[in-house]
């Protein structure tokens, strides 16, 4: 997954709690190790995926009629 590659190259040069992408329709959670994880939204026309910020923590959610 290039953005995570990229996620990882952005860490050399600093610190971030979370990388959030979309667009690519997968939801994935990824530690890049022990306070930076990247995060992918999915979709929601067949994951139904979405993010909750609670303004300390990141969570991957997915909505269930």
């Known amino acids: 997954e290039w953005l995570v590659q990229y996620s990882k ?12 992408f ?3 329709h997968l939801p ?4 890049l190790n022990e306070n930076s ?5 999915g979709d929601w026309i067949s994951h139904f ?3 909750v910020f ?5 969570t991957l ?5």
Do not use: M
């Open 49 to 51: 995926t979405y993010a």
């Open 9 to 20: 190259r952005k860490l050399e040069s600093g610190h971030y709690d979370y990388f959030v």
């Open 37 to 41: 994880t990247y995060v992918n939204l």
């Open 22 to 24: 979309g667009h690519r």
């Open 61 to 65: 959610e997915q909505y269930k009629p």
């Open 28 to 31: 994935l959670e990824i530690r």
């Open 54 to 58: 609670d303004g300390n923590q990141l």
